[in-house]
């Protein structure tokens, strides 16, 4: 365990075990009081240090909400939630009733979904077991898991890109996992919001200021997306010819790509056919050339695409860095390095610690409170670190973890954090800043 940081791995299980609702976690105490889905795959990568098999169940009770179609829902509900704790509850979505492809027991879900990191958490349980005990469950915890996680991965490659693309699309910014962010600016400002009933703001409770939260026109869209998809009664081929925000994710696709070789590694430890092996392997062919064809020259990084207008969506994100994350960058990784070490993004004049911010300071959207367009989120430079780590690029990483871990132990588990004071943000005990802390401070055992 790292001396560096006395006592932070106990407060981080402590965070844990008091968000954990018996087999699964939900996202933080008050804010977030379900399962949600990349949310749950980060804490299982936390929840491996301290026990494969409780980190195993918070991946399949997630995935017993997998629609059978092979979506996995953005949240699976917890029953015990006090009514109206959080804006769009089970009874909003209505998921089973509306869809026959959502499974409404044992507990309701949305209808959306998010970054599949799932496989990389799966594969990240098994290795931490290896070469204990628990090896030889958690190698039958992988090849009970494998089919769920290919049908997941197939539902993006199909549903999701009936283009062939390479590229997901994405119905919704709470899809990206990103949700405030300026890359979706442009894209939501097409979208004409319709008559809805007023509706009130649990979030803004949870939270010091609104600006720490998305806006009033902002949530409006966020809402009337929603409607729009319930009138399709969630069926993806009516979405995909009639919604107005269909948009391709370069970070969610750079997330399946890096899920993709997780999966193909497990596919390897299970056995699976030679057939499932090379489908697996052409998706992640084509996730890199989806993203290599999203390159922009002039602003040296990533940009995801409005299908609707046909144009790319032009911002300065943390997204635009998708091909380090995925591993597409080639021979423009150095270029990426630097600019994501450059005064535009980590080394920007001010910053209290040398890591990566949602938007770049030279943003004129740039807020370095507001939710996604400014702030610095653990999880992000966990993903960072993790792609910098198999890139070979060991000091890098080993400075990334550093300065991550010094942010959270001056800030606590919060949701994120303003880039120049260090300020923490959003809601306290978030459950995956925690992780990732757990497997930063065990990294370095
Ligand atoms: C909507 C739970 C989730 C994270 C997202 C983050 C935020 C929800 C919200 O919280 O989104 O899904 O209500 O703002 O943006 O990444 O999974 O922590």
Redesign the pocket.
Known sequence: MSDSFPGMFEKAAEVLRRNDMGGWTR??PDL?PHQ?S??SAFISIGLARLDTRRAASELTTLLDGQWTTGKVP?IVFNPEAPPGSYLLGPEHWASASLSKNAVGTPRPTSALC?PPVHAIAALHIFEVSRGTVDEDEALSFLSNIYGRLLRWHRYLATARDPEGSGLVTIYHP?ES???NSPRWDVALSNVRVGEMPPYARP?LEFVDEPSERPTAAEYDRFLWLVDLLKRARYDEVKVYGSHPFLVKDVLFSAILVAANEALLEVARLVKASDKDRELIGGWIDLGHRGLDACYDENLGLCLDHDLRSGEPLRVRTIAGFAPLISGSAGPRRRELLRLLYSRAFASHDGFRWQLPPSTSPEEARFHPRAYWRGPVWPVISWLFWRSLKLAGEDERAADLRRASLEQLATGGFAEYFEPFTGEPLGSDD?SWSAAVAIDWLTDEA
Do not use: F
Request: proline residues 0%.
């Open positions: 996202a933080a977030y949600w990349w949310d953005h998010q709470w996992g990103t949700d979030d978030q």
